[in-house]
């Protein structure tokens, strides 16, 4: 079946603008999660929604991060007033539940940022 | 402060030529421990979830292995197509769903 899938796979912007990423989970997976990557830096968590619950939000760097999930699938995060320091790949992964046991999260390609 | 160390950073191998990779990981309330394949400008690609200390996990030429501070990653006799980044990352209890990842181990087997 299909994996995850993100949108747009390269995004090259300027200082202070704003974008948008999107990502469409595993048909059917409840929970989901972004990530990001920065060059020489492990993955690290930014926000994981769970079902209906209330989003754990504690890993976003500052209030110019924002994520979104509608409808219980697809999800966008969106950065506002762009930094430099915010150039970095952008993961996400779902899995079939969030938590628990057998809690294997599937990773999309990611989206490649790129701040001017 | 929970933390996951991965070592080496960088592994050059031979073909044929076994080793392993190392994730220890200070931590409080360990749920469970997963390994992943990252390869150049891909997301990472699951292998291996292991939960609880002594349980070891195999699939092809890796294999996985838990104790209570650390795990291993067992490569026997790895071919190029090995070459990757691995990473290690665990899910902790009561800290919902995320994952704390460690820096990887950029594995390279020449021919």
């Known amino acids: 079946g299909a994996g995850v899938s993100q949108s747009p796979s390269n995004k090259v912007t300027e200082k202070g603008k704003d974008v948008e990423l999107r990502c469409d989970p595993i048909s059917g997976h409840t929970a989901l999660y972004w990530y990001r990557q920065s060059l020489g830096q492990g993955l690290e968590f930014l926000i994981y929604f769970q079902g209906n619950s209330a989003p754990d939000r504690s890993g976003l760097p500052s209030d110019r991060f924002s994520a979104e999930r509608t409808g219980g699938s697809v999800s966008t995060l969106t950065i506002q007033r762009t930094q430099q320091e915010d150039s970095a790949v952008y993961l996400c992964?779902?899995?079939?539940?969030?938590?628990?046991?057998?809690?294997?999260?599937?990773f999309g390609p990611g989206t490649r940022l790129t701040v001017l | 402060e929970d933390q996951v160390t991965q070592s080496p950073e960088a592994l050059r191998l031979q073909e044929g030529e076994s080793s392993s990779l190392n994730c220890s990981y200070t931590v409080s309330g360990l749920r469970g421990l997963f390994w992943y394949r990252q390869d150049p400008g891909k997301g990472p690609e699951f292998l291996f979830t292991l939960y609880s200390a002594g349980e070891e996990k195999e699939k092809e030429r890796l294999k996985a292995t838990l104790t209570k501070k650390e795990s291993f990653l067992h490569i026997t006799a790895p071919k190029p197509e090995d070459s990757a980044t691995y990473l290690c990352?665990?899910?902790?209890?009561?800290?919902?769903?995320?994952?704390?990842f460690g820096q990887g181990t950029e594995l390279s087997v020449k021919p």
């Open positions: 992964a779902s899995s079939p539940r969030g938590g628990g046991m057998k809690n294997e999260q599937f």
């Open positions: 990352a665990v899910i902790l209890y009561n800290q919902g769903g995320k994952l704390i």
